[in-house]
């Protein structure tokens, strides 16, 4: 059996790192942050502590990483949707998108939800959080504007407000929330239809 190529042994060292960002992130859903011990996430993931710290010296670097993680994805979203060709298609796809993280990854955005009330306890999330919404609220404003919509920078802290309050609404109603009727209706108050 031939060594293992520099790529390969990155690509183990990403799989394994990716074990225990999973982990943690269904734990502290499950659990909270405070209420789940490295042994519970080592013991999900399957690996072992000196695996674990290896990648994250303490619980609190977890956090960080499965924010990371999922701002690098927030980010290749980002340049899908600047692949759409009108603003309303932009609105259209980017809706579309926080419907489906809502309903698909329903551990991180409860995780997320969760962390956003101890954002004190938390200052690496609580700058990404604040960094996120001063750039996110000037771009869909613009982007509203674009669409023909009036009064487009308080439509887009609406937006951003409505999505976080159907994401807590699911979290705990579930399925008996009408998502498909809400997100309707965000179409057709963004006249997006």
Same mark, same amino acid.
């Given at each position: 059996?031939?060594?293992?190529?520099?790529?390969?042994?990155?690509?183990?060292?990403?799989?394994?790192?990716?074990?225990?960002?999973?982990?943690?992130?269904?734990?502290?859903?499950?659990?909270?942050?405070?209420?789940?011990?490295?042994?519970?996430?080592?013991?999900?993931?399957?690996?072992?502590?000196?695996?674990?710290?290896?990648?994250?010296?303490?619980?609190? $670097?977890?956090?960080?990483?499965?924010?990371?993680?999922?701002?690098?994805?927030?980010?290749?979203?980002?340049?899908?949707?600047?692949?759409?060709?009108?603003?309303?298609?932009?609105?259209?796809?980017?809706?579309?998108?926080?419907?489906? $993280?809502?309903?698909?990854?329903?551990?991180?955005?409860?995780?997320?939800?969760?962390?956003?009330?101890?954002?004190?306890?938390?200052?690496?999330?609580?700058?990404?959080?604040?960094?996120?919404?001063?750039?996110?609220?000037?771009?869909?404003?613009?982007?509203?504007?674009?669409?023909?919509?009036?009064?487009?920078?308080?439509?887009?802290?609406?937006?951003?407000?409505?999505?976080?309050?159907?994401?807590?609404?699911?979290?705990?109603?579930?399925?008996?929330?009408?998502?498909?009727?809400?997100?309707?209706?965000?179409?057709?108050?963004?006249?997006?239809?």
């Amino acid at each position: 059996m031939s060594p293992r190529t520099t790529e390969q042994l990155q690509e183990v060292r990403e799989i394994s790192k990716n074990k225990i960002l999973d982990a943690a992130l269904k734990l502290f859903a499950e659990r909270g942050f405070h209420n789940t011990s490295i042994s519970q996430i080592t013991k999900e993931a399957g690996v072992s502590k000196g695996l674990l710290y290896n990648y994250f010296q303490k619980k609190e $670097e977890l956090i960080d990483g499965i924010v990371g993680k999922a701002m690098a994805e927030g980010e290749e979203l980002m340049r899908e949707m600047m692949e759409q060709t009108s603003p309303q298609a932009k609105l259209r796809f980017i809706i579309n998108a926080a419907f489906t $993280e809502i309903t698909e990854r329903k551990e991180y955005y409860k995780l997320i939800t969760s962390l956003s009330l101890q954002l004190d306890h938390f200052k690496n999330v609580k700058e990404i959080v604040f960094a996120k919404y001063q750039n996110s609220i000037p771009f869909f404003a613009s982007l509203l504007e674009e669409s023909g919509v009036e009064n487009a920078e308080e439509e887009a802290m609406i937006l951003a407000a409505t999505m976080d309050g159907i994401g807590a609404q699911f979290i705990v109603l579930g399925e008996i929330l009408p998502i498909e009727k809400l997100k309707e209706s965000l179409f057709k108050r963004f006249k997006l239809l």
